[in-house]
């Protein structure tokens, strides 16, 4: 089995910038792509972000492009999302994914995840 376990959550002025981190436990795992999404109340859940491990190759949602940089760093089987020039239209809580399997690319959509986080709260007052 596979924990992710998200951190760095927390309440931040617009402008301001936070780091998530995820870190994978569990069985040896090396996924094939891994990715943040957000979900504000009453809203479904987005992807922000996502990451090709073997070969660092990053997508984005058009909403965080210029302003959020995913990365991972292998040896800690961890990603993290750099969050700058915050706005209140980001609050919400963020999940980390993974994809074990080979997709193709980076799944931008929920279904093809195997595993999530518990999300992290991230508010940001304006």
């Known amino acids: 089995q596979v924990q992710l376990v998200e951190s760095g959550g927390g309440l931040v002025q617009a402008g301001g910038s936070l780091r998530l981190s995820c870190a994978a436990s569990g069985r040896t795992f090396t996924p094939h792509a891994m990715g943040w999404f957000r979900q504000a109340p009453g809203k479904e859940r987005e992807f922000v972000a996502g990451?090709?491990?073997?070969?660092?190759?990053?997508y984005y949602a058009d909403f965080v492009k210029g302003r959020f940089t995913i990365s991972r760093d292998i040896a800690k089987n961890t990603i993290y999302l750099q969050m700058n020039s915050l706005k209140p239209e980001d609050t919400a809580v963020y999940y980390c994914a993974a994809r074990s399997n080979y997709w193709g690319g980076v799944p931008t959509y929920r279904d093809p995840y195997d595993y999530w986080g518990q999300g992290t709260q991230v508010t940001v007052s304006s």
């Open positions: 990451i090709r491990w073997s070969t660092s190759s990053t």
